[in-house]
């Protein structure tokens, strides 16, 4: 089956120019100077649209346990959700439990994602673990699994925690292997003090979360996360869901210094603040803890982290989509804000979010589809089959109408969260159209896909490094 799609505005990381696209099957086969595609075939009108290449989000936690729950969207909520909201890959993250085998995580979450998503989906690695087990299955997953990276931990002591000699080996091994360490930075060592140190002082409420991860235990960790790669003759380092100015500028010395060293941020740090969590009412304010946590807007990370993604220091924007619902989840925290489920749900919204600062004239078009779609498929090893409209990648392209108008809310979205925590937020734009290897899967906010259509990405190495 062919599609001819006529009459819009391509935008790629080099710029934007009205062309026709041609879909054949599951794949792109032609693009062509507007009216002079084939006449034979079935088009679809995208006049004054945007057309883009879908969306992937290189962070989700579909059902990650946490704290005792698990995080609430299955494969089948979270992928189609994510169709809703113009993503058609996602890289979630694997999870090898401490003491686990590392094969056997990996076994659980094929067994959790097969037969389930709406879209395609790849998987990055959490070791629980670094030792020589681990280190071996790192060789492994590269070569047999199509897993070319692995997150590690400096926060959660006791959970998912590394210490500094077991991510250096781990470093050391990814710099063998190809593969790239995604670092959560945040020094958990010290935070755990100042979490009991608080509740010894009764402060229990959903704010504490945020005063007891100060920047500074940001930027340390960042900093010290160089350092470690570096000793590690540079081995390729991917800071995860950056929040702060500090921790920013560890990552943009260093990149100027030529290294391989890559962040992304989150929409919920662009956008969300410590305020918000504050000025709600209650125990309402655990809605809004995650880790890293929300800043404060009287300081300068937003300015900076929007100034990050200009300058790509800030390389990518992923969601970290790790949703609770409030009810019987973040409530399990009351009387303990150490035992609210870290997470915010946000797979369905980033693209929406952040064609929001492209109308804010904070990002350029081109850097909107380079940070959510075109450097995620680099990075990662999915490029040039993602994050692309050109022949030969596959037909995963959104339909983007910068006219329509996008409300935000638990009334709308398709997550399967009791609450968003961006309730009310209005977008100037909308997906319109989703179309994922050659189908349409969603149109005028009708879903037509289905569970089980999503595939399983085996990725390459990451095409990304200096
Ligand atoms: O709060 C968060 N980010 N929850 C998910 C786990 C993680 O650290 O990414
Ligand atoms: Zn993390
Ligand atoms: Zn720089
Ligand atoms: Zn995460």
Known sequence: MTLLITGGTVIGPTGAAPADVLVDG?????????????????????????????GIDAHTHMELPFGGTFASDTFDTG?????????????????????????????????????????????HMILGGVDDDSLKAMDQLVADEGISSFKLFMAYPGVFYSDDGQILRAMQKARDNGAVIMMHAENGIAIDVLVRQALARGETDPIHHGLTRPEALEAEATHRAIMLAEVARDCPLY????????????????????RNVFAETCPQYLYLTLEDQLGAPGFEGAKWVCSTPLRSKHETHQRDLWQGLRSNDLAVVSTDHCPFCFKDQKELGVGDFSKIPNGIGGVEH?????????????????????????????????????????????ADIVLYDPNGRTRIGVETHHMNMDHSAYEGYEIAGKVETVISRGEVIVSSGEYRGAKGRGKYLPRGLSSYLV
């Open 79 to 123: 992928t189609r959700a994510a169709a809703f909201g113009g993503t058609t890959t996602i890289i979630d993250f694997a999870v090898q439990r401490t003491g686990e085998v590392v094969r056997d995580g990996l076994a659980a979450w094929h067994a959790k994602a097969e037969g389930n998503c709406h879209v395609d989906y790849a998987f």
């Open 26 to 54: 599951e794949t792109i086969a032609a693009t062509y100077a507007p009216g002079t595609g084939p006449s034979d075939t079935e088009t679809l009108d995208a006049t004054g649209r945007y057309v883009i290449p879908g």
């Open 239 to 258: 800071i995860v869901h950056l929040s702060a100015s500090r921790a920013l500028a560890e990552v943009a010395a260093a990149r100027d210094a030529g």
């Open 350 to 394: 980033r693209v929406d979010l952040l064609y929001q600062g492209v109308v804010d004239g904070k990002l350029s078009l081109e850097r909107w589809v380079e940070t959510i779609a075109t450097t995620p498929a680099r990075m990662f090893g999915l490029y040039p089959r993602k994050g692309v409209i050109q022949p030969g990648s596959d």
